[in-house]
């Protein structure tokens, strides 16, 4: 899985000693990940399928903002933008997958 997005954002900025303001920057995110997966098919006579699947992998994550360092640490989130945003980070955590699929063959 590979997802490069970048967004426009404006949210007020309130650094100590210094006027709040409002600015608008951009936020950009990088998310790659890779797995591993073991799976078994069962096809029953009359056509039903059952694909049943469990794996493992990595995922990458990194995101940073147009912001200084400084304009970074006092942000003030604006309600709409607090689930997009939660400051220039990133990281490597573990991914596990667990699923299944039905499927019908028509012939």
């Not at 007020?12 to 000693?17: E, F, K, L």
């Amino acid at each position: 899985m590979y997802k490069d997005q970048s967004y426009s954002v404006s949210d007020s900025i309130g650094i100590p000693d210094q006027t709040t303001y409002f600015s608008e920057y951009t936020l950009t995110k990088f998310v790659s990940a890779w797995s591993i997966k073991y799976g078994v098919v069962n096809i029953s006579r009359n056509g039903f399928i059952f694909d049943s699947y469990i794996g493992l992998g990595r995922r990458n994550k990194n995101a940073n903002t147009s912001l200084t360092e400084e304009q970074d640490k006092y942000i003030i989130y604006e309600p709409e933008n607090s689930s997009i945003y939660n400051s220039s980070s990133g990281g490597i955590w573990l991914n596990i997958i667990l699923g299944f699929k039905i499927g019908w063959i028509i012939k």
